[in-house]
């Protein structure tokens, strides 16, 4: 089936260090995002991408589409102490409308 | 900033019930989403919403499942005879267009008994 591999599963680092995430699929997707959910909460939209080699960036977020576009991934440089929680990646592909999610990248900050 | 807002944040019914979902999408937004997630599993889409008509729908959207939207604000999940594994996160989304960003609701938890 449509599958996302995101890695890694789980993240523990130090406060003030940076953060690479990335996700990867066979398929082509016509649009990529990243998505951020704390504990009770719905996720919350981080960067949107759509074209091929973007790379967009939210603050201290950075994102980029593949070349091939099948990956994409999401740094967080001077990690702080709220960056704490689950991301997600989500694909679209094209001339569909629903989202396929990765299982998520649970980042935990040690202060 | 508006957001997609959710009601109720947690219901628990008996196995059996029918179970009614509710959302209401950002107000200038046209096309509706429901997705859910299963207690530490991955999100999974579920069915789209444009028009009033459904657009799209995933493999676990069987016929127990149905939505509506009853008015101009509200759009709705209806389950018809909760099973056990029914019991999820379910997560409204809303976006402006088919290939726009979609923003979701902080969730309902449904508890199946």
């Known amino acids: 089936g449509q599958q996302l591999n995101q890695s890694p599963q789980s993240m523990f680092i130090q406060e003030g260090e940076d953060v690479s995430m990335n996700c990867t699929s066979s398929?082509?997707?016509?649009?990529w995002l990243w998505y951020k959910q704390d504990p009770g909460e719905g996720p919350v939209l981080l960067i949107a991408?759509?074209?091929?080699?973007e790379l967009t960036s939210n603050g201290r977020l950075t994102a980029q589409f593949g070349i091939t576009r099948k990956d994409s991934f999401l740094n967080i440089s001077a990690s702080i102490p709220s960056d704490v929680g689950i991301y997600f990646c989500a694909g679209q592909y094209r001339g569909a409308q629903k989202l396929v999610f990765g299982q998520g990248t649970r980042l935990t900050i040690n202060p | 900033e508006p957001e997609v807002t959710q009601t109720p944040s947690h219901q628990v019914t008996q196995m059996g019930q029918e179970v009614i979902l509710r959302c209401v999408p950002i107000?200038?937004?046209?096309?509706f989403y429901w997705y859910r997630q299963i207690l530490g599993q991955k999100v999974e889409f579920l069915v789209s919403?444009?028009?009033?008509?459904?657009?799209?729908k995933s493999e676990i959207f069987d016929d127990q499942f149905s939505v509506e939207r009853p008015d101009g604000s509200n759009f709705t999940l209806k389950i018809r005879s909760t099973k056990l594994e029914d019991s999820a996160m379910y997560f409204c989304?809303?976006?402006?267009?088919?290939?726009?960003?979609?923003?979701f609701g902080d969730g309902t938890r449904l508890s199946i008994l």
């Open positions: 107000s200038n937004h046209l096309y």
């Open positions: 991408l759509y074209k091929a080699g």
């Open positions: 989304a809303s976006g402006t267009g088919r290939y726009q960003p979609q923003h």
């Open positions: 919403f444009y028009n009033n008509e459904i657009s799209e």
């Open positions: 398929s082509i997707f016509n649009t």
